[in-house]
């Protein structure tokens, strides 16, 4: 059975930074590329950043880049997310999610979220 498990999440100030995190099991992790994907509340889904499955290929949202950085640890199955200089526009659930491809594909499992709310 495929499990997504993120955490990290929290109450942060703008300006501050959180470092979120997905414990992967039941699929061998590095043969797929794995993502990030956020709801902000009362918006739809946004993706924020995808890492290929050997780590060398990362893209990211237009607003998130230079301030996000996405990684994965394929001997521990985590994939992470170092978000710093947050602001209250990236306040949001964060679902980790994975492809179907090891560069691409569709999104076939999400975890179940972890909330940043990013607030003075």
């Known amino acids: 059975e495929v499990q997504l498990v993120e955490s990290g999440g929290g109450l942060v100030q703008p300006g501050g930074s959180l470092r979120l995190s997905c414990a992967a099991s039941g699929f061998t992790f590095g043969n797929y590329a794995m993502n990030w994907v956020r709801q902000a509340p009362g918006k739809g889904l946004e993706w924020v950043s995808s890492?290929?499955?050997?780590?060398?290929?990362?893209n990211y949202l237009n607003s998130v880049k230079g301030r996000f950085t996405i990684s994965r640890d394929n001997a521990k199955n985590t994939l992470s997310l170092q978000m710093n200089s947050l602001n209250a526009e990236d306040t949001a659930v964060y679902y980790c999610v994975k492809q179907t491809e090891a560069t691409s594909g569709s999104f076939d499992y999400w975890g179940q979220g972890t909330q940043v709310t990013v607030s003075s």
């Open positions: 890492v290929s499955n050997g780590g060398r290929r990362t």
